[in-house]
């Protein structure tokens, strides 16, 4: 599947995005025969199981001129970089623990020459900072992730919906949402055909504060 698959689900790009999704598919090429951040398997099908997936994020929020979002566990720069061509005037943080994915991010940023996105080399409990959103790929079980990223949301939320975390998921993941009273799921079924999205889902946990006794 090539790039027109995201031009299937984005209809009003301009042509400076859809030269940037255009040119994924090269520097990831590329960068990957240096630096496997992206499985054989994988890179074949770069914008079905890579940019269309991290895109499922925007049919659930779109983010607004200004926002800031964080994307943690970032890995070869998803969903942050795909996520960041389609929000130019949001800015993106891309954090990783890998050195060497980072690396690959970078490259892909300076490829693109994408002004609204930074990616750091760090643990995200080291990271200075707070955001609108926190966006993600799988990294870990929920509960594991919301002790990583406490603290690094916004209180005040610039968007209808509450800061919170973005979490692309897929399977049964009621075991692990269970104590999660206000959690949301979407299936990303309903928004892309394609039978790879069967069971990918968006999972939307809104930010959560203590009352002061």
Known sequence: MDVNLIFKYFTKLTEVQRRHFEDLDALYQDWNKKINVVSRKDIDELYLRHVLHSLGIAKIQQFNEGSQILDVGTGGGFPGIPLAILYPEVQFTLVDAIGKKIKVV??????????????????????????DFIVSRAVAAMPTFVHWTKGKLKKDSAHERKNGILYLKGGDLAEELKDYKTVQVFDLKEYFSEAFFETKKVVYLPQKYKVPS
């Open 106 to 131: 970078q490259e892909v940023i300076d490829g693109l020459g994408l002004k609204n996105v930074s990616a750091h080399h760090s643990r995200v409990e080291d990271l200075d900072g707070q955001f």
